[in-house]
Every structure is written in structure tokens, then in C-alpha cells.
């Protein structure tokens, strides 16, 4: 069973277009993370989200970057104004409480700007 | 910032060998996970293993924190082995945590 859906698994936008990720957890967490992977490179950190706040963001993550918990459940990436560059698969993870910060990934949204 | 560093960088292995994958880390970290990405990009979770030695099946792992580096050990390697390798060490900041990736080990068993 997977620790968190992704939705949608592949879209296709074409570029200036705004884009919506969605990451809907299991079970009740506190921790998210955004993560993406430009294909053939490294996953690289964009975001961490606590309590429904962000509390720390890479300087990857600028201002054509939100996310937010709209619902108390749902957890979303917004891109406004999308780039060629923006191409990549985009990772929700979920973390565990308790100081046992182990990450637990989704299956990812390939996000593809033509 | 820290540096993650993985070697070998491709391995090609025939069904059956065993591997050791490498990880070395710039400085200190709060904790090390090790992920399989298989050929449909998912991220799977191998090992959570700050220090110490883990084990699960054919897979385990060690971590030596003191002298910045872990191991994975693949025995008995089967062609779904195949895949990307990652480790990932996770770093507190202020208000929050992040992984950070190393650029990973590419895996491919021949049957």
C-alpha cells in the first residue's frame, strides 16, 4: 500500500500554463515534501510543508511555486506559469514524527512543458 | 552544502554476483535512507540506517556515520534488481528537514 497517491501520474501543458500537483496521504501526517527529478539527474529538494505551513524551501522553489493544503487532506503544487525547464517528475513524500524523520515517497506526477 | 557522493556510477552485473554500492558523504548527517527507483521511477525504500548494519533478504546495508560513508550490498543478484541506487542523507535546518540525494548508481542485471 502506498504511503501517499499522486495525481495525475503524467501531464502533458503546454509552456505559461499553470499546472496543479496533487499528493493525497493515507493516513493523517504532519510532515510533506516536494521533490522533483529532471530526467536522468538527481532528485532535488523543493519544499518542506509542517502543520500546514511551509517551513523550509530550496531556492529552486521560487515565486512561480505555492503549495498549500486546500482541504486539510489534499496536498498540492502549484507552478503558475510553467517553463520548458519545469519538465520533470515532481515527488510528494511523506515524513514521520517523533524525531524518525524517514521519508516516504509517492509515485510521482511526470509533468511534461511543451 | 553537503556533498553526497555514489560509486560506482553504472554497474552491470550477470544474474547471480553480488555488488557492493558505495555512498560518501561531505559531513556530518543526521540520517541515511537508500532507495530503489525502478524502471517506473518510483522511489522505494530500502533502508533507514543512520549507523549500524540493516539487513532485509538479499539486500543490506551498513553505515559508519564517523567516517561518512555507507554501503549496500546486492547478493545474489536478480534481473528486477535492476534499477537506479540512491542514497539520501537528511539534514535538519531550522524549521524543518530535507534529503539530499546523491546522483545515484545505475543497475543492470543481464539474466
Known amino acids: 500500500e502506498p504511503e501517499v497517491t499522486q495525481t495525475p501520474s503524467h501531464q502533458v501543458t503546454q509552456m505559461g500554463q499553470e499546472v496543479i500537483l496533487r499528493c493525497v496521504p493515507i493516513?493523517?501526517?504532519?510532515?510533506f515534501y516536494w521533490y522533483r527529478q529532471i530526467l536522468g539527474q538527481k532528485v532535488e529538494f523543493l519544499v518542506s510543508?509542517?502543520?500546514?505551513?511551509?517551513?523550509?524551501k530550496s531556492e529552486i522553489f521560487d515565486d512561480q511555486f505555492s503549495v498549500e493544503r486546500p482541504d486539510g487532506s489534499n496536498f498540492t503544487l502549484k507552478i503558475r506559469s510553467t517553463k520548458l525547464e519545469d519538465s520533470a517528475m515532481y515527488f510528494c513524500?511523506?515524513?514521520?514524527?517523533?524525531?524518525?524523520?524517514?521519508?516516504?515517497f509517492g509515485p510521482g506526477t511526470r509533468l511534461t512543458v511543451t | 552544502g553537503i556533498q553526497v557522493e555514489q560509486s560506482p556510477p553504472d554497474l552491470i552485473l550477470q544474474e547471480g554476483a553480488n555488488s557492493t554500492l558505495r555512498c560518501n558523504f561531505s559531513?556530518?548527517?543526521?540520517?541515511l535512507q537508500w532507495f530503489h527507483q525502478n524502471p517506473w521511477g518510483q522511489l522505494i525504500n530500502l533502508f533507514y540506517?543512520?549507523?549500524g548494519t540493516k539487513q532485509n533478504g538479499r539486500l543490506s546495508a551498513t553505515t559508519v556515520a564517523t567516517e561518512r560513508y555507507s554501503l549496500l550490498y546486492i547478493s545474489s543478484s536478480q534481473t528486477t534488481d535492476s534499477g537506479v541506487y540512491f542514497c539520501?542523507?537528511?539534514?535538519?535546518?531550522?524549521?524543518?528537514?530535507?534529503?539530499?540525494f546523491g546522483a545515484g548508481t545505475i543497475l543492470r542485471v543481464k539474466s
Open positions: 513524500a511523506r515524513g514521520t514524527s517523533g524525531g524518525h524523520y524517514e521519508q516516504y
Open positions: 493516513s493523517n501526517h504532519l510532515y
Open positions: 510543508f509542517y502543520n500546514n505551513e511551509i517551513s523550509e
Open positions: 559531513d556530518s548527517v543526521n540520517n
Open positions: 540506517i543512520p549507523s
Open positions: 539520501a542523507v537528511l539534514l535538519y535546518m531550522e524549521y524543518g528537514n530535507k534529503l539530499v
